[in-house]
């Protein structure tokens, strides 16, 4: 009886470790990005797309917030807002201001959960929302109006249609790769494949 559960211990032990190890699948976990997109940095870069609109990209956030607490030094992580219509670019031009009044870390998930909730519908809303987050309108309207931000929109936008994106939340690995929950089956699943991903062009680099 020993031998048999020693035998079965060893089985599992065996299945679970093949298990870790399997390795990902094209189209399943991940899908190539043809061609590849020019990266803005030499280290590895990963790209966060988002939506305001977008109610997975929300739940996502907290799980890949977090993996970024850890991140290693070769890597860098950039998001990029996605706006499908010109109609809903102004959320885009909205969180480069909140960048520009370097108020990205309050304002940011202040202002997604209040969209998403419908709290703010109209142009009404927003300027009396502001004003609740001790934002001075002078300074939202020059920056929100300024080049700089325009400009960033603008980069937004070119940036998610070079990976010819269809959907909203996608991971990007250093302008080859994209993966995403939909994709890898779970929230905590895609960051596990974002790690192996990112191994894999660590590897690539090292060898060259």
Known sequence: ??????????????????????????????????PHVATLTNNIEVIDFFAYTCGHCYRFSPTLESWMQKLPKDVTVRR????????????SRIYYTFEALNRLEDLHPS??????????TSEADLQSWLT????????WNKAYESFTVTM???????????????ATPYVAVNGKYLTAPHMAGSRQKTIEVLNTLIEQERQIRQKH
């Open 111 to 120: 202002f997604w959960q209040d969209i998403l909730d419908g709290r703010i």
């Open 80 to 91: 990029v807002p996605v706006a499908w219509d010109p109609s809903t670019q102004f959320l």
């Open 152 to 166: 960033k929109t603008q980069q937004a936008m070119q940036t998610w249609q070079n990976y010819q994106l269809d």
């Open 1 to 34: 009886m020993k031998r048999l559960i020693f035998l079965l211990s060893c089985l599992l032990a065996f299945s679970a470790t093949q298990s870790i190890a399997a390795p990902l699948q094209e189209g399943k976990d991940y899908r190539l990005v043809t």
């Open 132 to 139: 609740s987050h001790r934002v001075n309108l002078d300074q």
